[in-house]
């Protein structure tokens, strides 16, 4: 079974960055896609960026193309989320995911494992 645990969340101001990591554990890591998603009270979690097992493929939800940032170190099995340029609409829990298959993807119904999540808050 595999085990996504994220940490580096926390409270920031308006203007600040951030670097979120997710750590796996219990699979094999560099097989597979991995994405971060968002929940903010009372919306749907949403898409916020995925990687390919390589790296070589990124892709980000409109509303964080040039201010975040995935990456991925297989020999950690952990990927990262650098968020630069945080606004208050940033706030929400942060998931990371996981997706056994090869096929880059932005909806939430491909990922198979899921971490607990870590909060964000940006103030004004």
């Known amino acids: 079974q595999v085990q996504l645990v994220e940490s580096g969340g926390g409270l920031v101001q308006a203007g600040g960055s951030l670097r979120l990591s997710c750590a796996a554990s219990?699979?094999?890591?560099?097989?597979?896609?991995m994405g971060w998603f968002r929940q903010a009270p009372g919306k749907e979690r949403e898409f916020v960026a995925t990687?390919?097992?390589?790296?070589?493929?990124?892709y980000y939800a409109d509303f964080v193309r040039g201010r975040f940032t995935i990456s991925r170190d297989n020999a950690k099995n952990t990927v990262y989320l650098q968020m630069n340029s945080l606004n208050t609409e940033d706030t929400a829990v942060y998931y990371c995911?996981?997706?056994?298959?090869?096929?880059?993807?932005?909806?939430?119904?491909?990922?198979?494992?899921w971490g607990q999540g870590t909060q964000v808050t940006v103030s004004s």
């Open positions: 990687i390919s097992w390589s790296g070589g493929r990124t």
């Open positions: 995911a996981a997706d056994r298959s090869s096929v880059v993807s932005t909806a939430r119904i491909d990922y198979d494992y």
């Open positions: 219990g699979g094999t890591f560099s097989t597979y896609v």
